[in-house]
């Protein structure tokens, strides 16, 4: 680092530790708002979210993995989803003793829409930013997810202090 920025680092550091705070409660309130909206559980919204992203149905302990829940408490989520009409559970065809849970297209389709109706804001703050901007975001926040995916880890294998 050159030496002229060193003596700027530490108030740089602490203006970007405030805005991650502030990131990260202002996202996990919009999750909330949107959960509300569709009478889910913010972890049952995120959920549906990751089943959106995988490539086709996935066992429950592919779920846990996705969420880091435990089996059962992955169990539980699927009950409520499939309660709510947003999946389904089917025994696997080449293993009968595997059961997959897919989402339900219209249901998903009903998600879509209300993040349709939020998510115009978002796009239009990133058609200001350059392609390499957005490159650098998009790095930016896959690192955010590995790292962030280590630290819930450490969390919840650590012994509390």
Do not use: K
Not at 26 to 45: C, G, I, K, V, W
Not at 48 to 65: M, Q, S
Not at 105 to 125: I, K, N, T
Not at 144 to 149: E, I, K, N
Request: net charge neutral; proline share 4%.
């Amino acid at each position: 680092m050159p030496q002229e920025n060193r003596g700027r680092r530490p108030a740089l550091m602490a203006d970007l530790i405030g805005a991650s705070r502030r990131y990260m409660a202002s996202y996990a309130l919009f999750n909330q708002a949107l959960a509300d909206r569709l009478r889910l559980h913010p972890t049952d919204l995120q959920c549906l979210n990751l089943l959106d992203l995988e490539r086709g149905p996935v066992t429950t302990g592919r779920i846990a993995e996705l969420t880091g829940l435990t089996t059962g408490s992955a169990t539980r989520l699927v009950d409520r989803l499939e309660r709510a009409g947003y999946v389904t559970r089917e025994r696997d065809v080449h293993d009968r003793r595997r059961v997959l849970v897919s989402t339900v297209p219209g249901r998903m389709a009903e998600l879509a829409a209300v993040w349709e109706q939020v998510g115009g804001a978002w796009a239009e703050m990133f058609d200001a930013y350059t392609d390499e901007e957005v490159a650098f975001l998009t790095a930016h926040m896959r690192r955010t997810v590995d790292l962030g995916a280590a630290q819930i880890e450490r969390l919840r294998t650590q012994a509390p202090d």
